[in-house]
């Protein structure tokens, strides 16, 4: 079973329109981190934020705001007012404390394009 | 922050030969490393996790054979592509873990293969 599904396979949008990306996870275990990241067409992964499962206050940093609740098993992303450098594929990732955080489990990535 | 480095960021290779990627923290020891293999629009597979010292610990369905794993020291991993095919043509992304923050991974800027 997919432990991060990211629904949203691609989406256009016209720049200054908000957009959010939905992540939805799964995991038995009761402590575990969340991760957003971009990744241009360069291919290098950016890093975006990282939250811990104890911790479900919204952030928001700039134009970017995160959701996580964990009622319904998601952390969504909201970019406010894209803009053109926001084109990109987001991925939202999980580690569990079972694997010491080792490993990642990745969604199938949500490809955001902004037009101008 | 940490950083990660790939090498060579790119290389185009004819089939048969092999191909090493090596993976290298800058500024801060890996005592484990990973290696991800990403096709086209698609999501980051882990491949094996490496450790310093020890022999690697491949996922399900990686070939041990084909895809060699060295971390012989606390700074470097390396891949070696054996005799590689035209399928083995990806965007191949390490990753290292921090020995002081055990849940966060910090990411290459990733190596892509061609095998002609």
């Known amino acids: 079973a997919q432990k991060v599904t990211q629904a949203q396979t691609e989406i256009s949008v016209v720049e200054k329109e908000d957009v959010t990306l939905d992540c939805v996870y799964e995991t038995r275990d009761t402590t575990y981190y969340l991760f957003w990241y971009k990744q241009p067409p360069s291919g290098e992964l950016v890093f975006l934020i990282r939250r811990n499962s104890f911790d479900e206050q919204n952030e928001i940093s700039g134009r970017y705001s995160w959701n996580f609740q964990k009622s319904t098993s998601s952390f969504n992303f909201t970019i406010t007012a894209s803009q053109v450098v926001d084109s990109a594929v987001y991925f939202c990732a999980l580690s569990e404390a079972l694997d010491n955080f080792n490993k990642f489990y990745f969604g199938s990535g949500t490809k955001l394009n902004v037009k101008p | 922050g940490a950083v990660v480095s790939q090498h060579p960021s790119w290389v185009i290779c004819k089939s048969g030969t092999s191909v090493k990627i090596e993976c290298r923290s800058l500024d801060f020891q890996a005592t484990t490393m990973f290696w991800y293999r990403q096709f086209p629009k698609q999501s980051l597979m882990l491949m094996a996790t490496?450790?310093?010292?020890?022999?690697?610990?491949?996922e399900q369905g990686v070939e041990k054979d084909k895809f060699l794993i060295n971390h012989a020291s606390l700074t470097l991993s390396t891949l070696t592509v054996t005799s590689a095919h035209p399928e083995d043509s990806s965007f191949y992304i390490c990753?290292?873990?921090?020995?002081?923050?055990?849940?966060?991974?910090?990411f290459g800027p990733g190596t892509r293969l061609t095998v002609t």
């Open positions: 490496s450790n310093e010292g020890s022999k690697a610990t491949y």
């Open positions: 990753s290292a873990l921090s020995s002081g923050q055990a849940y966060e991974q910090y």
